[in-house]
């Protein structure tokens, strides 16, 4: 079944597949595998595989028996767009999404190559916000360029974890922005000018800006627990979400 979450911007998780590979810095210490892993050895059905890439058919008719209008997160434990997901496997998940319109679907990729050619010949249904995750300027940077070329209703950037300052960004086209440091034992830590230039961007370019955390490494440098450290940004919490879409997640 589709999970409650614990993910600030979010209500539902919905995995249709699991595992993943790593492909950018942003991967290194990725909370998913620890996570699937930990599933695996519990002994939690979906995760016989750890942390390979499996897709998951039984579950797509999940969303379908959920009357209630939902925001859904697809795949928090893997990558949607995969190169081991096959644009036919896609086909059936966003027939699903496009068959339930009163939910709603986040899909954040790093394999955003695919995305322009996937949505080549294919319509993104109007309940998708479309999202790139956005670590650094080498790998992060070039993906927002490929969400550009795709018509979402919402196109959204996962700046998570930011592990340095982006410089100027292009918003052109972009509705929502996500930004947090890294958490857990091997944490790399965020600055708070890295921050700062984002938020100042996103306001100037009128784009909604959420901050989800400052992670393991606090605002003052300080190493704590993630709880410790907080949502707090010049002494207050960031919590728009997309400008037409002012919705509360419990």
């Known amino acids: 079944m589709a999970n409650k ?16 590979t790593k492909i ?12 699937a892993r930990r599933l695996h050895a519990m002994g939690t059905p979906g995760y016989e595989n750890e942390f390979q890439l499996t ?21 928090s434990m893997s990558d949607l767009f995969h190169e081991d997901v096959s644009d036919v496997f896609l086909d059936e998940v966003f027939s699903v999404i496009a068959d339930t319109p009163h939910h709603t679907y986040q899909i954040l990729t790093k394999r955003a190559y695919r995305l ?4 080549a010949n294919r319509s993104c249904p109007r309940n998708v916000w479309l999202g790139v995750s956005v670590e650094d300027r080498n790998y992060g940077i070039p993906r927002i360029e490929l969400l550009q070329q795709v018509d979402a209703t919402v196109r959204f950037l996962s700046i998570e974890p930011l592990l340095q300052d982006l410089g100027k960004l292009n918003l052109n086209g972009i509705h929502w922005l996500i930004v947090g440091g890294e958490s857990g034992p091997k944490a790399r ?44 940004l010049d002494g207050r919490t960031w919590d728009a979400f997309p400008e037409t879409f002012q919705i509360t997640v419990p």
């Open 189 to 232: 830590p965020m600055e708070p000018e890295w921050v700062e230039n984002i938020r100042q961007q996103a306001d100037e370019a009128g784009v909604g800006f959420f901050f989800k955390q400052w992670g393991t490494w606090g605002a003052d440098g300080v190493r704590r627990n993630k709880k410790a450290n907080g949502r707090l």
């Open 5 to 20: 979450s614990s993910i600030e911007w979010t209500q539902q998780t919905w995995n249709p597949s699991t595992g993943c």
């Open 55 to 75: 897709t998951h058919p039984e579950r797509l008719k999940q969303p379908r028996l959920r009357r209630v209008p939902t925001i859904y997160f697809v795949n």
């Open 116 to 119: 322009p050619v996937y949505f």
């Open 24 to 35: 950018s810095p942003g991967c290194k210490n990725c909370y998913a595998e620890v996570m």
